[in-house]
């Protein structure tokens, strides 16, 4: 665990810089969790599901007062980074060390030291992948790079930052946190679960649906049976009664990673 200064002069521990920077970006600089009409105001409650190092909540709170924030991140190597950012955060009620998922159990995850923020309990087709970057970054000098030595470079440098350490990580559902906490509304359910989406909403039981105002969650379809994941979540959050925006010209959309924003209307 190192600190690290970041370009708007905050300090946060970090594990591996790669992925703390492309964090950063997205939410110090692209705000990507609060658009298209997600809207945080004074003494909500926030889940954050898959928190990583805590930029989110950090930045949340920076940004809107009084708000009640549940975090969860099951990787114990990161979430002792998380702890440590969210030492001084006033608006922390529970730090979870668990992953969110659709019934309690114990998961085996992917812990990628290199970039730790990808860990996962579902991990994405590789040669999807590589084929996806070779196609965002074949450019400019890569172009004089035969594409058969370009993908044999570009293999290995994704086989040896994603080089897993295997482990096994407790798993609850929003409902059980719900009723462990009597929680009677959730303002902003933010998640990055890393490939585990679909696994997050089921495990939503009918009666706590009502109690969920918006969603903003990453789609992962870099995953096996990965192509027909939007179409059912979509239809799923319809069905509890959301309007939807789908960004699928974010940031990572290049790799099947696009941005999910629901809203169910005007706060009671």
């Known amino acids: 665990m190192n600190k690290y200064k970041f370009p708007n002069g905050k300090e946060f521990f970090i594990l591996d810089k ?3 920077k492309d964090v950063y970006t997205e939410i110090y600089e692209d705000n990507v969790y609060l658009q298209h009409g997600i809207l945080v105001t004074p003494g909500d409650v926030i889940f954050d599901a898959g928190a990583n190092i805590g930029l989110f909540s950090n930045f949340i709170s920076e940004t809107i007062p009084d708000l009640k924030l549940y975090v969860f991140e099951p990787i114990p190597q990161i979430f002792e980074v998380l702890k440590a950012n969210l030492k001084d955060n006033p608006g922390i009620k529970k730090i979870y060390n668990i992953g969110i998922a659709d019934q309690e159990r114990i998961a085996e995850f992917n812990y990628y030291p290199k970039v730790s923020a990808d860990s996962t309990s579902i991990p994405f087709v590789f040669d999807k992948q590589v084929e996806m970057f070779v196609k965002k970054y074949r450019n400019g000098i890569a172009k ?3 594409e058969k030595v370009f993908t044999g470079i570009l293999t290995r440098i994704l086989k040896k930052a994603y080089t897993p350490i295997k482990m096994n990580c407790p798993m609850k559902t929003v409902s059980q ?7 009677e509304r959730i303002d902003l359910l933010k998640v990055d679960a890393e490939n585990a989406e679909r696994q997050v909403l089921t495990g939503i039981k009918e009666k706590d649906w009502g109690k969920i105002r918006q969603i903003a969650m990453e789609i992962h ?3 096996p049976n990965g192509e027909n994941l939007i179409s059912y979540l979509t239809d799923l959050i319809e069905e509890k009664g959301f309007r939807y925006v789908l960004d699928t010209e974010s940031r990572f959309s290049f790799i099947g990673v696009h941005m999910l924003y629901a809203v169910r209307g005007s706060k009671n």
């Open 18 to 20: 790669v992925t703390a």
């Open 144 to 146: 004089i790079i035969p």
């Open 177 to 183: 946190i719900i009723e462990e906490n009597k929680i």
């Open 221 to 223: 379809t870099n995953i």
